[in-house]
């Protein structure tokens, strides 16, 4: 809904993951960005920044979202 995913020791204990879409042109979904580190080094900032990054990599690859 609010176009990022963060998950904690979903996948392996200890790690937490967060993912946004990236998107080209006509608005198809091009993949995704995600960062991975270790869930002790998560921080709340982390989330709008991977958001910001994957927003920026949609512009380049000529997506409008």
């Given amino acids: 809904r609010d176009g ?3 998950l904690d020791g ?3 204990a200890g790690l937490t993951g967060i993912s946004a ?3 080209g ?3 198809a ?4 960005l995600t960062l991975t580190l ?3 080094r ?3 900032e982390l989330v709008p920044a991977v958001r910001a990054a994957a927003q920026r990599l949609t512009r380049r690859l000529g997506g409008d979202r």
């Fill in 25 to 27: 042109g006509g608005g």
């Fill in 4 to 6: 990022v995913l963060a």
């Fill in 42 to 44: 998560m921080r709340a």
């Fill in 29 to 32: 979904l091009a993949g995704a």
């Fill in 10 to 12: 979903d996948r392996v």
């Fill in 38 to 40: 270790p869930s002790g």
């Fill in 21 to 23: 879409p990236v998107f």
